[in-house]
């Protein structure tokens, strides 16, 4: 690892992605997310075939991350979620042409334009495929600035390693918040793997296409089996998650990101007053860790989640526990952060 550092949550997730070989970065500004691109603007150029652009809109810098993306080179994009929505067209497109690439969305209050408060309200359109077609990202989600920074530069290998999308999932309060950070020590992106597919010219070899273009009903089918065949492998493979006392608590707590962080809080306040809160965080909210919550449900009376918005995550959740434990849940929505004694309190109404 390299040296600590006391960054902004925006500011070690950009330099994490340089670190992990990132020499694209495409973005138009928009708050809670501005420092990311403040901090490519001024040191991407310092990077050797380093290039930061700001687009002419949203519509425009996704379009540039497929075209960069295309010839292998390590691509990035970042926005908060009206900016994200702009994307979709084109994130379906990187999926569908299996273009590794990473999204950054520093989630704020919505819906329409909303506000630049900290908010959850964008799971669906992450993990559920916020474009058209049958589509998935990765989603990986954080809950401090270290974390950030550490899934950041992760999320490009995973991007590699499959050829899909990666997005990380933050909100406001990750993106400006400030804590010490270790950051990794810097790739060299010329040791990275070859990259047989990519638009590089011939060089001695029959040219490349890449396109998200089929007409054929059944080569379309085919497309979306392999797919969907990748996806499985992903499912199997990469489900990521964290459990606090979940040996025998009195409920079971489940949270991502921010929420989660604030429910350590809780769970000591709880403590206090005899009351065992277990946490489950899910780090991968695609995929969703479902079986081990299944699991853990079999010897509980209540998994309860929290989160701020009006009922996401839950959906997954309920799907996740079925009939073995009862699931209510309890949000917050337009920018407002639930305390740790709104959560406990919460708490004692299922305990």
């Known amino acids: 690892m390299g040296e600590k550092k006391l960054m902004r949550g925006n500011e070690a997730i950009a330099e994490a992605a340089i670190r992990a070989g990132c020499r694209n970065y495409f973005a138009y500004p928009i708050t809670p ?18 290039t930061f652009l700001q687009a002419e809109s949203e519509v425009g810098a996704i379009s540039m991350v497929y075209g960069a993306a295309s010839t292998g080179e390590r691509t990035m994009t970042s926005s908060s979620s009206p900016g994200i929505s702009l994307k979709q067209e084109g994130i379906s497109y990187l999926a569908g ?27 669906f359109q992450s993990t559920k495929g916020g474009g058209h077609g049958d589509y998935q990202l990765i989603v990986l989600a954080p809950s401090t600035v270290p974390e950030a920074a550490e899934l950041t530069f992760e999320s490009f290998d995973l991007a590699d390693k499959y050829r899909i999308p990666v997005m990380v999932l933050a909100d406001g309060m990750i993106g400006q918040m ?3 950070v270790e950051l990794p020590s810097p790739i060299d992106p010329s040791n990275l793997p070859d990259k047989p597919w990519a638009t590089t010219g011939t060089n001695g070899r029959d040219p490349n296409v890449i396109r998200s273009f089929a007409l054929g009903a059944e080569n379309l089918k085919s497309i979306n089996l392999d797919l969907q065949e990748k996806y499985e492998k992903i499912r199997k493979r990469e489900i990521r998650f964290e459990e606090i006392g979940v040996e025998d608590p009195d409920i079971l707590l489940v949270a991502f990101g921010t929420v989660a962080r604030i429910a350590r809080t809780a769970r000591r306040l709880g403590k206090k007053e ?39 995550m839950v959906e997954d959740v309920r799907l996740s526990v079925k009939s073995r434990a009862q699931t209510p849940f309890y949000g917050e929505q337009g920018g407002v952060v639930p305390t740790p004694s709104e959560i406990l309190e919460e708490v004692k109404h299922h305990v």
């Not at 001024?42 to 075939?49: D, G, I, Q, R, T």
């Not at 989630?107 to 908010?119: E, F, K, V, Y």
């Open 178 to 180: 400030m804590e010490p």
């Open 274 to 312: 005899g009351i065992d809160i277990g946490i489950f965080r899910p780090i991968t909210l695609w995929p969703f860790p479902d079986e081990r919550l299944a699991e853990l449900s079999e010897s509980l009376d209540t998994v309860l989640t929290v989160e701020m918005n009006a009922g996401q």
């Open 97 to 123: 042409s299996e273009l590794p690439s990473v999204i950054v969305n520093i989630m704020r209050g919505g819906p329409g334009l909303g506000n630049i408060q900290p908010a959850q309200g964008d799971y």
């Open 33 to 50: 997310q501005a420092e990311l691109l403040q901090w490519m603007a001024n040191h991407m150029p310092e990077v050797e075939n380093g």
